[in-house]
């Protein structure tokens, strides 16, 4: 079956622009993760989606990041006035639940330049 | 001290020789434990979860030891195609995060 799905898969900007980086998880999986992760770092923990509602954005940088699940299938991530440390690779992963293993997407890779 | 941590690595090993990494994890409330493989420039995949007591799943042994706070990966026979960087993941009780460790860089050479 399909598996997550991450577009677009490299995504270059300016410094200041605004980005959008969308995720579509596998079928049925309620539980949805975003994490960053850097070169030679493990992936970071930013946002964690249980349905529609954003159950725990504790690893959220700052404000100029947010994240949206409005259905509870598809979910953006949003950079505003990006910044060139927000360069990295950006993992999404969803999961049947608490427990169960994550399945990653092939991620985005955004450059701030 | 970190949630999660691993040797870097990387651990240089020929062809046919089995190799252990561990993990160790600080919180006690730790609740679920898994190995995830990632190949350079990909994202990570599950290689196994890891049970309370033990699991193999053919050249790989997982293993969990509470009392010592760490999780254990054997490769038996090692392959080239073992060659990757292993990450040990958990998550604790109250919490939804799967914490990731830094990684173990596994080169295994001809």
């Known amino acids: 079956g399909a598996g997550v799905s991450q577009t677009p898969s490299n995504k270059v900007t300016e410094k200041g622009k605004y980005v959008e980086l969308r995720c579509d998880p596998i079928?049925?999986?309620?539980?949805l993760y975003w994490y960053r992760q850097s070169l030679g770092q493990g992936p970071e923990f930013l946002i964690y989606?249980?349905?529609?509602?954003?159950?725990?954005d504790s690893g959220l940088p700052n404000d100029r990041f947010f994240a949206v699940r409005p259905e509870g299938s598809v979910s953006t991530l949003k950079i505003q006035r990006t910044e060139r440390g927000d360069s990295a690779v950006y993992l999404c992963?969803?999961?049947?639940?608490?427990?169960?293993?994550?399945?990653f997407g092939n991620g985005t890779r955004l450059t701030v330049t | 001290r970190k949630e999660v941590e691993q040797d870097p690595g990387p651990f240089n090993v020929p062809e046919g020789a089995t190799v252990a990494f561990n993990c160790t994890y600080s919180?006690?409330?730790?609740?679920?434990f898994f190995w995830y493989r990632q190949d350079c420039r990909k994202e990570p995949k599950l290689l196994m979860s890891?049970?309370?007591s033990g699991n193999e799943d053919g050249r790989f042994t997982a293993q969990l030891n509470r009392a010592s706070q760490y999780i254990s990966l054997l490769i038996r026979d090692s392959k080239l195609s073992d060659s990757a960087t292993y990450l040990c993941?958990?998550?604790?009780?109250?919490?939804?995060?799967?914490?990731f460790g830094t990684g173990t860089r596994l080169k295994v050479l001809a």
């Open positions: 992963a969803s999961s049947l639940g608490q427990k169960s293993p994550l399945h």
């Open positions: 079928s049925g999986h309620t539980a």
């Open positions: 989606f249980q349905g529609t509602g954003a159950a725990d």
């Open positions: 919180n006690s409330a730790s609740q679920s």
């Open positions: 890891v049970y309370s």
């Open positions: 993941v958990i998550t604790t009780s109250g919490t939804y995060k799967y914490i």
